[in-house]
């Protein structure tokens, strides 16, 4: 009789799976998923690549999805193809990487890799799958300098954050080739052009221009530090999410310390160790300087450890540490104290996450999906829909193909947003500007939608009834529960 042999992997691959397709199928896609949809949508390619200059962000993930919305494909094949990359960050996290196989598990089970880079359909998990491809290939770098470019450059057109690390593994992969072969060969120098072209994608992407300058997302600074705190939040978030205003930073500081001890782990290889450390000092220096970010952002701290980890025994060990580091940090008690910390950091991100999903299923992540319901459900897609706050409202419109709001901060309609100085002055206008805008722009008109984010304090007095509003509790994006409402008849 024949014994089937399942191993751990085979289960783990099949639950993330499982656990991760019905997070994808009941996950509602708020703003930001939004944003990249509608920009793709209502833009030629030259336009999407101006657009980068607001966004912040190259426009690898905006191409990527390009074909989807152009051949009309619905917006959850946006959310379909996400789910793909996330399950194959998963595929070669289980079966690829050479961690143990307890760290595995907790890893794709964890809230970044179960929730955060999989449910939210952004540019973010394509960086990873990018950086786990180039781990993959890395003890085979040199014979593939070609594949090597191709991954580099896709992965610094994927997002800003992770510019830092583009520069040291390319810094890292010059100077292995350096050491393997001790002359370079044309084939290198042919890479150095490839590369910095790649390099000046990004730049030509993402640097404000003209009338850009003054009010990009984008602000490049090296003396005026305006996040101080996330110094201390960004390891944290990467290891553990913290709660809490900036004011609460005991455990922000505590987890530093981890993030560093984790750090000094790398010591013994001393070009893994630069190469992480260059990775790390970009993203703080983006978040300290530039844009404070969230936890997706500062999930990439984690997953540049990874990354070095991951790669570290193709490295030679190194004795120089020893003339002034103590024999403690070098110790097996220290590495094993430092693997039990990550370990809790992981078991309780695997528990916030098992927290999470029966929300996800039960809840709803925006109120977009059910308001689009809603509005297709009683025919009043012809109305004229007029939205206040924009950037919360374009969360509904990428379910009705070529519809755009009037949004009622800027008096135009549009769809995207455009983080510019106009948005900005009209982002917070009051109740009693909306409507007077309203009466100037639609005098008399009776078949409209009024979309907003926030209820009327006076409807009846405005001239408005309520029609309807988000019945499903909205558990995360709570500033996307809308409230639609309609003009009051005359007679």
Same mark, same amino acid.
């Given at each position: 009789?024949?014994?089937?042999?399942?191993?751990?992997?085979?289960?783990?691959?099949?639950?993330?799976?499982?656990?991760?397709?019905?997070?994808?199928?009941?996950?509602?896609?708020?703003? @930001?998923?939004?944003?990249a949809?509608?920009?793709?949508?209502?833009?030629?390619?030259?336009?999407?690549?101006?657009?980068?200059?607001?966004?912040?962000?190259?426009?690898?993930?905006?191409?990527?999805?390009?074909?989807?919305?152009?051949?009309?494909?619905?917006?959850?094949?946006?959310?379909?193809?996400?789910?793909?990359?996330?399950?194959?960050?998963?595929?070669?996290?289980?079966?690829?990487?050479?961690?143990?196989?307890?760290?595995?598990?907790?890893?794709?089970?964890?809230?970044?890799?179960?929730?955060?880079?999989?449910?939210?359909?952004? @540019?973010? /998990?394509?960086?990873?799958?990018?950086? $786990?491809?180039?781990?993959?290939?890395?003890?085979?770098?040199?014979?593939?300098?070609?594949?090597?470019?191709?991954?580099?450059?896709?992965l610094? @057109?994927?997002?800003?954050?992770?510019?830092?690390?583009?520069?040291?593994?390319?810094?890292?992969?010059?100077? *292995?080739?350096?050491? @393997?072969?001790?002359?370079?060969?044309?084939?290198?120098?042919?890479?150095?052009?490839?590369?910095?072209?790649g390099?000046?994608?990004?730049?030509?992407?993402?640097?404000?221009?003209?009338?850009?300058?003054?009010?990009?997302?984008?602000?490049?600074? $090296?003396?005026?530090?305006?996040?101080?705190?996330?110094?201390?939040?960004?390891?944290?978030?990467a290891?553990?999410?913290?709660?809490?205003?900036?004011?609460?930073?005991?455990?922000?500081?505590?987890?530093?310390?981890?993030?560093?001890?984790?750090?000094?782990?790398l010591?013994?290889?001393?070009?893994?160790?630069?190469?992480?450390?260059?990775?790390?000092?970009?993203?703080?220096?983006?978040?300290?300087?530039?844009?404070?970010?969230?936890?997706?952002?500062?999930?990439?701290?984690?997953m540049?450890?990874?990354?070095?980890?991951?790669?570290?025994?193709?490295?030679?060990?190194?004795e120089?540490?020893?003339?002034?580091?103590?024999?403690?940090?070098?110790?097996?008690? $220290?590495?094993?104290?430092?693997?039990?910390?990550?370990?809790?950091?992981?078991?309780?991100?695997?528990?916030?996450?098992?927290?999470?999903?029966?929300?996800?299923?039960?809840?709803?992540?925006?109120?977009?999906?059910?308001?689009?319901?809603?509005?297709k459900? /009683?025919?009043?897609e012809?109305?004229?829909?007029?939205?206040?706050?924009?950037?919360?409202?374009?969360?509904?419109?990428?379910? $009705?193909?070529?519809?755009?709001?009037?949004?009622?901060?800027?008096?135009?309609?549009?769809?995207?947003?455009?983080?510019?100085?106009?948005?900005?002055? /009209?982002?917070?206008?009051?109740?009693?500007?909306?409507?007077?805008?309203?009466?100037?722009?639609?005098?008399?008109?009776?078949?409209?939608?009024?979309?907003?984010?926030?209820?009327?304090?006076t409807?009846?007095? *405005?001239?408005?009834?309520?029609?309807?509003?988000?019945?499903?509790?909205?558990?995360?994006?709570? *500033?996307?529960?809308?409230?639609?409402?309609?003009?009051?008849? *005359?007679?």
């Open positions: 009789m024949k014994s089937w042999k399942i191993d751990y992997r085979s289960i783990s691959f099949s639950l993330y799976c499982l656990l991760s397709l019905i997070i994808t199928i009941t996950h509602e896609p708020f703003k @930001n998923e939004a944003q949809w509608l920009i793709v949508r209502d833009l030629d390619l030259s336009g999407i690549f101006n657009m980068m200059w607001y966004e912040g962000t190259p426009a690898l993930w905006h191409l990527l999805i390009f074909p989807l919305v152009k051949l009309g494909m619905p917006y959850f094949s946006m959310q379909l193809l996400h789910w793909l990359f996330a399950v194959a960050i998963a595929w070669l996290l289980i079966y690829k990487s050479t961690f143990p196989p307890v760290f595995k598990v907790l890893l794709v089970f964890s809230y970044y890799f179960l929730y955060e880079y999989c449910a939210m359909a952004r @540019n973010y /998990n394509i960086t990873i799958l990018l950086m $786990f491809l180039l781990a993959t290939i890395w003890k085979r770098k040199g014979e593939l300098p070609l594949l090597f470019c191709l991954l580099v450059i896709l610094i @057109n994927s997002n800003l954050v992770i510019w830092g690390f583009g520069v040291a593994v390319t810094l890292l992969y010059f100077y *292995d080739c350096k050491c @393997n072969r001790k002359h370079l060969k044309l084939s290198h120098f042919l890479t150095i052009i490839i590369l910095l072209a390099f000046a994608l990004v730049l030509f992407q993402i640097i404000p221009r003209g009338s850009a300058a003054d009010h990009s997302v984008v602000h490049f600074s $090296f003396w005026d530090i305006k996040f101080p705190e996330m110094i201390f939040r960004a390891p944290a978030n290891l553990v999410t913290v709660d809490g205003g900036s004011d609460s930073m005991v455990i922000p500081f505590f987890f530093l310390f981890t993030y560093l001890a984790i750090a000094l782990l010591i013994k290889r001393t070009r893994i160790l630069l190469a992480a450390l260059i990775s790390s000092a970009w993203c703080l220096y983006m978040f300290t300087f530039i844009y404070m970010g969230d936890t997706r952002h500062h999930g990439f701290l984690l540049i450890l990874i990354f070095f980890f991951w790669v570290i025994t193709l490295y030679p060990k190194s120089w540490y020893k003339k002034f580091l103590p024999p403690y940090f070098t110790s097996e008690a $220290f590495k094993n104290g430092v693997f039990l910390i990550i370990g809790l950091c992981l078991l309780t991100s695997v528990v916030r996450t098992l927290v999470i999903i029966p929300k996800e299923i039960r809840y709803s992540f925006s109120g977009s999906r059910e308001i689009a319901h809603y509005i459900d /009683n025919d009043l012809n109305l004229t829909w007029i939205g206040f706050q924009s950037e919360k409202c374009e969360a509904i419109l990428p379910y $009705f193909p070529e519809k755009k709001f009037w949004y009622a901060g800027l008096q135009d309609y549009g769809s995207y947003i455009i983080w510019d100085t106009e948005f900005k002055e /009209n982002h917070n206008i009051s109740e009693e500007e909306i409507i007077t805008r309203i009466n100037k722009h639609f005098p008399g008109q009776k078949d409209i939608l009024l979309v907003m984010s926030k209820p009327l304090a409807p009846s007095i *405005d001239g408005f009834r309520q029609l309807y509003q988000n019945k499903r509790e909205v558990f995360w994006i709570q *500033d996307e529960t809308y409230y639609l409402y309609v003009p009051v008849s *005359d007679s």
